[in-house]
């Protein structure tokens, strides 16, 4: 049974699985909230769970000795606090690490309050409670030494022993292992079937893209925040490499094809590219091959044919990494703007205000446009045509 009840503010502090990167900034939303919650209280309550049922390798960051801890609604906590409240409504619930842990992340994400670099983070923190420390050296069924994940699945094969082919079978933890899964897979299996609700193999890759994201240095991780999520030092490192903070890869909502492609270029430099800084690569390609006018599709093919290009021409040539790395992305960046200067003369929407009062023709097809790909701006409907005229384009001249 859930309880219900009025919580001192004093008694609270956020909880170190909860899903948010930063609670409470101080920005104008920040206010904005506040002001709401000055005039009419709160009117949700805030998720917490009692601070003793937090395990010993995760320590309290908040610096104070709490009675409860915020699962979910850390915002609207500080809200209240700003307004003045002394006490907020709370649901307690009875909760350890993992089970927090999912629901800070689920309760977020049903109010697309998170970005993807917090999904990442927070699918990761639960996949380091639930997988297995060690490779498993034995079939738990009969006692055969196997060599790791991979030796067992070999095993499985070859003998009568059952790999647990049902569906649900290798998605429940185990207690008899403290709450860890023998596998590797078994535990991404579970991730994806309490985040998605099923287990097929697009839904692991989701959950893969997802851990591989997390595993990404934190100022790279930002590209996939929003302007107003990014710290002020993630803002500066970004100008720094000439990226436009004003944007934000992938969604903002979860795994993209945009956080894909930045890590395979990020893994890609770390492994073959030991010369050269892979963190401050990715951001230097980034900021030259991504602007206000380049699409989301367009980035991400870029990008691929970056990491071809690059891992081509280092094995055909016996120069200095940083000098291949160098002339990879200035031809990219030439091809680029050649492709536009020849888009340019054939995009009849390019630069004309299609809303303006003296483009009648042009106002009649926007509204139709509008309507017919019920898109919910100008700039969406403008991004959906200038994708299309460049798939056009691609289509005709036979680019990759």
């Excluded at 009062?357 to 790909?373: G, I, L, S, V």
Aim: overall charge negative; proline content about 4%.
């Amino acid at each position: 049974m859930i309880e219900r009840t009025q919580i001192p503010t004093d008694m609270l502090a956020v909880d170190p699985v909860q899903s948010r990167d930063d609670p409470w900034t101080g920005d104008q939303q920040d206010q904005e909230l506040a002001a709401a919650v000055e005039d009419v209280g709160l009117l949700q309550d805030i998720i917490v769970r009692p601070a003793d049922h937090v395990s010993s390798d995760l320590s309290n960051q908040s610096g104070t000795d709490p009675e409860y801890l915020i699962v979910a609604g850390s915002r609207r906590y500080y809200a209240a606090v700003q307004a003045g409240h002394e006490t907020v409504p709370c649901k307690i619930l009875e909760k350890d690490d993992q089970e927090a842990a999912w629901i800070s992340l689920l309760e977020n994400t049903e109010r697309r309050d998170l970005s993807e670099r917090e999904i990442a983070n927070q699918l990761h923190l639960i996949y380091e409670l639930v997988r297995p420390l060690h490779e498993p050296d034995v079939c738990p069924q009969c006692g055969t030494a196997v060599d790791g994940e991979t030796g067992l699945i070999s095993h499985y094969g070859h003998s009568n022993c059952d790999s647990q082919p049902i569906e649900q079978a290798d998605i429940r933890l185990d207690e008899s292992v403290n709450g860890r899964f023998t596998t590797d897979r078994q535990a991404r299996r579970y991730l994806a079937d309490r985040y998605l609700g099923r287990v097929d193999e697009s839904a692991l890759s989701i959950i893969e893209g997802h851990l591989r994201t997390a595993q990404l240095p934190p100022v790279l991780q930002s590209l996939f925040k929003t302007p107003e999520e990014r710290s002020e030092q993630e803002r500066m490192a970004l100008e720094n490499h000439g990226i436009d903070t004003t944007t934000v890869l992938g969604s903002g909502e979860g795994h993209s094809k945009a956080s894909e492609v930045i890590v395979s270029v990020h893994n890609t430099l770390t492994d073959e590219f030991d010369e050269i800084d892979p963190t401050d690569a990715v951001l230097k390609t980034v900021g030259r091959l991504r602007t206000k006018d380049t699409s989301e599709k367009e980035f991400e093919r870029t990008m691929r044919q970056f990491r071809r290009d690059l891992l081509a021409k280092a094995e055909a040539e016996n120069t200095r990494q940083q000098t291949i790395f160098e002339d990879v992305l200035q031809a990219h960046v030439t091809e680029l703007r050649e492709a536009r200067e020849e888009l340019a003369p054939s995009q009849p929407f390019r630069r004309v205000d299609v809303r303006a009062p003296d483009k009648e023709r042009y106002n009649r097809w926007y509204a139709q446009e509008h309507t017919r790909r019920d898109v919910r701006s100008h700039g969406q409907l403008i991004q959906q045509l200038y994708e299309e005229r460049l798939e056009t384009l691609a289509d005709q001249r036979g680019w990759e």
